[in-house]
């Protein structure tokens, strides 16, 4: 479904990525774990087309990302952003419909159908005429799933999804991503919720300097990683005291 062969990317003199490699299959779940600054973001930035890579190819469902191919990859890849990212000034179903709006042409009343169902799927049908301030950040994260959903994606790409969000909200939002992952979706998560990613992952890639150290089935790699540097990230997750 999304394959990444030999990616590099620079910021100016800074090398980001380099040579990264690696492909998830429809309907696999894999977890993206590393240190802050390794590169995470970037990545899933660039498989969106939100970035573009100096060099290497990407490829979504058969598709290859080049400028002239950037709208049919964002329809087939959806993002969730740590910050949730939504519209203040909208209201809730309004930040849903918006991209099946504008960028499929989705008339807004079939698209203000399937954005109430969507609700109902992440338990928030009663707050559609609400603005994302007057909700948790729980909620908002629930929505910006909601949204992702909206566009019929083929994968997800979550950017940290929870890190933004108080403890007692984490678990409403893991809640919505467990489900999608019983319905077959596949998603590609940048997380540290360990535990999560160790039940519901079936790849784990661990990233350190832009390079990718491990990749294998997400039981081996968060619990008896190969690199000593996998290792001590890890550790350090797991006990940061
Ligand atoms: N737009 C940008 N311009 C310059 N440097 C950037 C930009 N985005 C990211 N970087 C740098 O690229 C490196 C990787 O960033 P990022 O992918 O966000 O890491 P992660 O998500 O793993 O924390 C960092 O050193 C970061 O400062
Ligand atoms: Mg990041």
Do not use: W
């Amino acid at each position: 479904m999304i394959e990444l062969k030999n990616i590099a990317k620079s910021f100016g003199t800074r090398q980001v990525l380099r040579d990264v490699s690696f492909s998830i299959a429809a309907g696999e779940v894999a977890c993206l774990i590393g240190p802050s600054g390794s590169g995470k973001s970037t990545i899933l930035r660039t498989i969106n087309g939100l970035e573009r890579h100096d060099a290497g190819t990407i490829t979504v469902d058969g598709t290859l990302l080049t400028d002239a191919a950037l709208p049919a990859i964002r329809r087939k890849v959806s993002m969730v952003f740590q910050r949730f990212n939504l519209f203040p000034h909208r209201t809730v179903i309004e930040n849903i419909i918006e991209g099946p709006v504008q960028v499929l042409g989705e008339d807004a009343e079939s698209a203000r159908l399937r954005a109430m169902e969507l609700l109902k799927r992440v338990d928030l049908a009663d707050r559609a005429d609400a603005y994302p301030g007057q909700l948790s950040g729980g909620q908002q994260q629930r929505i910006g799933i909601a949204r992702a959903l909206a566009m019929g994606p083929q994968a997800i790409l979550f950017d940290e999804p929870t890190s933004a969000l108080d403890p007692e909200r984490v678990g409403e939002v893991l809640a919505v991503m467990r489900e999608l992952t019983q319905d077959g979706m596949t998603m590609v998560v940048v997380t540290h919720e360990i535990s999560f990613a160790r039940e519901v992952a079936d790849r784990a890639l661990f990233i350190d300097e832009g390079v990718i150290l491990e990749d294998g089935p997400a039981r081996e790699v968060l619990t008896a990683p190969s690199a000593e540097r996998t290792r001590l990230f890890l550790d350090r997750v797991l006990s940061p005291l």
